[in-house]
């Protein structure tokens, strides 16, 4: 059988190449073979991946991430909106005695900037509460605009009355939690109870 010589034949590769197959019917160099003392490498094909496969992956990553949203998006306990109930009260009180501290007169001042600062604190110790359960930042109060005419400078009876309010829901709300937050709670009413039964309220005249 005829037999073209590699080593001594002046065509170019590939007119070789047709060459032997030509005579042979097989290629001159297999899969993993030698050529002119050097193995030659020839690729696989590319394995095939079906349809089925593709939709069955994409479906399970959809499922992943619906998972991982699920956990990142968990509800908060519902100790938050109580908790934030007490955080505005905080707020407005400390806001109420300020701006009756600024109408006031005599000692009173005094008493009521106490009651801001009081209340302030009490708003500040919420909001890290609020941030340690909730993870992120504490809500916000939110502006309120309006176009009536203002209203009269509060006084300390208002002051008094608002304080009265939030001792009661201070109290109602610690017999309901436990832990740090029950003392934070009581603390937060008993304040409050001092502050209207004692610092707020003038002293006797006497006869």
């Known amino acids: 059988m005829p037999w073209t ?22 290629s001159a160099v297999g899969v993993g073979g030698r050529r002119n003392g050097k193995m030659l ?15 069955i992956g994409t479906a399970a990553l959809a499922l992943l991430g619906a998972s991982v949203a699920a956990c990142g998006s968990s509800a908060p306990p519902p100790e938050v909106d109580e908790l934030a109930a007490q955080l505005e ?20 001042v005094e008493a009521l900037n ?10 500040q110790a919420l909001i890290d509460e609020l941030v340690r359960m909730r993870g992120t930042d504490a809500p916000t ?5 309006t176009t009536a005419a203002p ?3 509060p006084t300390v009876k208002d ?24 003392g934070l709670l009581g603390s937060i009413a008993a304040a409050c109870t001092a502050a209207y039964t004692v610092a707020l309220v003038p002293p006797e005249k006497p006869r």
């Open 5 to 26: 010589n590699l080593a001594t034949d002046t065509k170019p590769p590939f007119q070789r190449y047709a060459s032997v197959v030509a005579v042979t019917g097989k």
């Open 159 to 182: 002051v008094i009355a608002a304080l009265t309010q939030s001792a009661a829901s201070a109290t109602e709300l610690a017999a309901k939690m436990t832990g740090y937050r029950a």
């Open 141 to 145: 109060a939110t502006p309120t605009s």
């Open 41 to 55: 490498h020839v690729p696989s094909p590319n394995p095939t991946v079906s349809r089925r496969r593709v939709l």
């Open 114 to 123: 106490a009651v801001a600062s009081e209340r302030s604190a009490h708003a």
């Open 89 to 108: 009260r905080a707020r407005a009180d400390s806001q109420l005695a300020t701006d009756a501290a600024a109408a006031a007169r005599g000692k009173s």
């Open 151 to 153: 209203a009269a400078a």
